[in-house]
């Protein structure tokens, strides 16, 4: 009975212990691309990469799934915004892996705020290559409200206020009859409470109160929108306020 025993503690060390530091190396390495990723955005997907070597060595590592997703999808949604000729192409492939590892960490950890939230914000980049109608056709939109949801009961300030934003984005880009433009203005409204500088808030505040005949009110919100420093939303509001 020892000797098995021996055998038993002899081969944890032989091989669970290498692969915990080497799952801590690759997390190490992924959150240094990542901290890049706002000057060389390519270095979100590079960053993916490493979440994903570490979830391979610790399958259990919820920490490593939500980084994953997180990082797909910002490699994503920059492409969007810088508008690369391949963004389409890079939103549904990095849209799609962050909604795999979205949907890894979710298994993990239910009630976790970050992987709800990334899940639901890949769905999104996914949508905006393949189109909405596309989305809901593969039956999305009752899994991405659900982590929305989710997200926003667990800490809704979480990510800057990104599961209340993303609730008021949710319910306005969906079609008829399934758009609920009030429940749009709620959650936006109460996005614009905590952070009326955000000028992607006051970008989709706007186009809602558009529908909304709340024209007025939505000008002030692209004005504003269009001095911003963020160049995409900036564009975004001059576009919108030239379709008035």
Same mark, same amino acid.
């Given at each position: 009975?020892?000797?098995?025993?021996?055998?038993?503690?002899?081969?944890?060390?032989?091989?669970?212990?290498?692969?915990?530091?080497?799952?801590?190396?690759?997390? +190490?390495?992924?959150?240094? $691309?990542? *901290? #890049?990723?706002?000057? /060389?955005? %390519?270095?979100?997907? =590079?960053?993916?990469? @490493?979440?994903?070597?570490?979830?391979?060595?610790?399958?259990?590592?919820?920490?490593?799934?939500?980084?994953?997703?997180?990082?797909?999808?910002?490699?994503?949604?920059?492409?969007?915004?810088?508008?690369?000729?391949?963004?389409?192409?890079?939103?549904?492939?990095?849209?799609?892996?962050?909604?795999?590892?979205?949907?890894?960490?979710?298994?993990?950890?239910?009630?976790?705020?970050?992987?709800?939230?990334?899940?639901?914000?890949?769905?999104?980049?996914?949508?905006?290559?393949?189109?909405?109608?596309? +989305?809901?056709?593969?039956? $999305?939109? *009752? #899994?991405?409200?659900? /982590?929305? %949801?989710?997200?926003? =009961?667990?800490?809704? @300030?979480?990510?800057?206020?990104?599961?209340?934003?993303?609730?008021?984005?949710?319910?306005?880009?969906?079609?008829?009859?399934?758009?609920?433009?009030?429940?749009?203005?709620?959650?936006?409204?109460?996005?614009?409470?905590?952070?009326?500088?955000?000028?992607?808030?006051?970008?989709?505040?706007?186009?809602?109160?558009?529908?909304?005949?709340?024209?007025?009110?939505?000008?002030?919100?692209?004005?504003?929108?269009?001095?911003?420093?963020?160049?995409?939303?900036?564009?975004?509001?001059?576009?919108?306020? +030239?379709?008035?």
């Amino acid at each position: 009975m020892k000797r098995v025993s021996t055998i038993m503690v002899f081969l944890c060390v032989l091989f669970v212990l290498p692969m915990a530091l080497l799952a801590e190396d690759f997390m +190490a390495q992924g959150n240094a $691309l990542y *901290d #890049k990723g706002k000057v /060389s955005y %390519e270095s979100y997907k =590079q960053s993916g990469d @490493m979440f994903v070597k570490a979830l391979e060595a610790n399958p259990a590592s919820y920490e490593a799934a939500w980084k994953a997703a997180r990082s797909y999808r910002e490699f994503a949604n920059e492409s969007k915004k810088r508008n690369t000729p391949d963004w389409k192409a890079v939103c549904k492939e990095y849209g799609k892996l962050g909604m795999k590892y979205g949907e890894k960490a979710i298994a993990l950890n239910g009630n976790g705020v970050e992987g709800n939230c990334w899940y639901g914000f890949s769905v999104g980049n996914y949508s905006d290559s393949v189109s909405v109608l596309t +989305a809901l056709k593969e039956g $999305l939109k *009752d #899994k991405t409200q659900s /982590s929305f %949801e989710k997200a926003y =009961q667990v800490n809704k @300030m979480y990510y800057d206020g990104g599961p209340i934003k993303a609730l008021g984005r949710f319910w306005f880009v969906l079609p008829w009859p399934l758009q609920d433009k009030k429940l749009s203005l709620q959650y936006l409204r109460e996005f614009q409470k905590s952070f009326p500088n955000d000028p992607e808030g006051q970008v989709f505040l706007a186009e809602t109160l558009m529908k909304t005949d709340g024209e007025d009110e939505a000008k002030a919100l692209l004005q504003k929108a269009s001095t911003s420093g963020d160049k995409y939303y900036a564009g975004e509001a001059k576009r919108l306020m +030239a379709e008035m």
